[in-house]
């Protein structure tokens, strides 16, 4: 019985281990288990603007997560339009879209972005997303496609014919430039913004082994009890 429980004590742990990576390595402050939310970065990495394919993006967005063991644990989508498919729809953020869930989007040095889908589109954000998926400080531009409100840009779309694209610039203090600036040479080399899935906070190892630990002492303590009735 005691050989059953430890066995049942490691699973836990490993079912915990699994679970927090699940989350990209950060659960944000306030966060409590069970709650929702979505984490941003910027790419460490750079690309141009050339294609009019939005999966170039979303491949390209992905494979800048999977340098960081953990990140690859969810899925992640460029906060980028092109001339058929806009940012907001792209990232599942449309605040018009009931199917698209609205969540609290943090940035992975935990600081929050936006309370969810509207707040992301409505011309500002509570803090820039500048962070990569490092942890580094970025600056610089990066490539959108996009209006302040998630829609393609329509002279500037990713992959355009004028071989221009909209980009959004870093570490400005004016927040709604972070995804609205300006048109640039689409053939320049700028980073991304990459928004997760959906991600449900789970709790700390430390605290599934409490809840281990209790039960196999609880056994432990029943079956002695036993013993000496």
Not at 22 to 32: E, I, K, Q, R
Not at 38 to 62: E, K, Q, W
Not at 179 to 199: D, E, F, K
Not at 211 to 218: D, E, I
Request: aromatic share 8%; glycine share 10%; net charge positive.
């Amino acid at each position: 019985m005691l050989l059953k429980n430890l066995k049942y004590v490691v699973a836990l742990l490993v079912l915990a281990s699994s679970s927090v990576a699940s989350a990209g390595l950060l659960v944000p402050p306030g966060v409590l288990p069970g709650q929702q939310y979505r984490l941003a970065f910027v790419t460490s990495g750079t690309t141009n603007a050339t294609s009019a394919d939005i999966a170039t993006y979303n491949n390209f967005v992905t494979a800048q997560a999977g340098l960081v063991p953990g990140l690859n644990e969810t899925t992640w989508k460029a906060i980028g339009s092109t001339s058929t498919v806009s940012a907001r729809d792209n990232t599942g953020t449309n605040p018009t879209n009931v199917n698209h869930t609205s969540v609290p989007i943090y940035s992975l040095n935990g600081s929050q972005i936006a309370t969810g889908n509207a707040d992301l589109w409505d011309f500002t954000i509570l803090n820039t997303i500048s962070v990569d998926q490092t942890l580094a400080t970025r600056t610089g531009f990066v490539w959108t496609g996009s209006f302040s409100n998630g829609t393609a840009s329509g002279p500037f779309p990713l992959g355009s014919t004028n071989n221009f694209a909209n980009a959004g610039q870093l570490g400005t203090l004016t927040v709604h430039q972070w995804v609205n600036w300006g048109g640039r040479s689409a053939t320049q080399q700028n980073h991304m913004y990459a928004l997760s899935g959906v991600i449900t906070a789970v709790p700390e190892p430390s605290s599934l082994l409490l809840v281990g630990l209790v039960g196999l002492g609880t056994c432990g303590w029943s079956r002695r009890r036993k013993l000496n009735s």
